[in-house]
Nanobody, 124 residues
Framework: VQLQASGGGLVQAGDSLKLSCTSS????????VAWFRQAPGKAREFVVA????????YYADSVMGRFTLSRDNAKNTVYLQMNSLKPEDTAVYYC??????????????????WGQGTLVTVSS
């Protein structure tokens, strides 16, 4: 599975952005998909994950109510709609996929494939 993340950019606090993660080489559908982010000088952190069927989505507390993840298996694409962005959301955002159980969806070590990352910068 090859993942391509896109959609990052520079925005102001309160603005919105929509990230995309597209899979090539293999269908997305059997795998759970997640977004993680890494701010400068900080460890990579979990943002959101969705089960392969799309039936369950798990959000980090820090983005709950502001970010929405959706997946379109027919297009092999996962979207992350980010609203009400804050300066603390500034980070490189990575999408990841893998054969993940719901118990381990927040653990980045469990994911087998990663995209290259897309930078989101939120100015105050």
């Amino acid at each position: 599975v090859q993942l391509q993340a896109s959609g990052g950019g520079l925005v102001q606090a309160g603005d919105s952005l929509k990230l995309s993660c597209t899979s090539s080489g293999r269908a997305f559908s059997p795998y759970a998909v997640a977004w993680f982010r890494q701010a400068p000088g900080k460890a990579r952190e979990f943002v959101v994950a969705v089960t392969w069927s799309g039936s369950h989505t798990y959000y980090a507390d820090s983005v709950m109510g502001r970010f929405t993840l959706s997946r379109d298996n027919a297009k092999n694409t996962v979207y992350l709609q980010m609203n009400s962005l804050k300066p603390e959301d500034t980070a490189v955002y990575y999408c990841a996929a893998g054969r993940i159980t719901t118990a381990t969806m927040r653990d980045s070590n469990q994911y087998e494939w990663w995209g290259q990352g897309t930078l989101v910068t939120v100015s105050s």
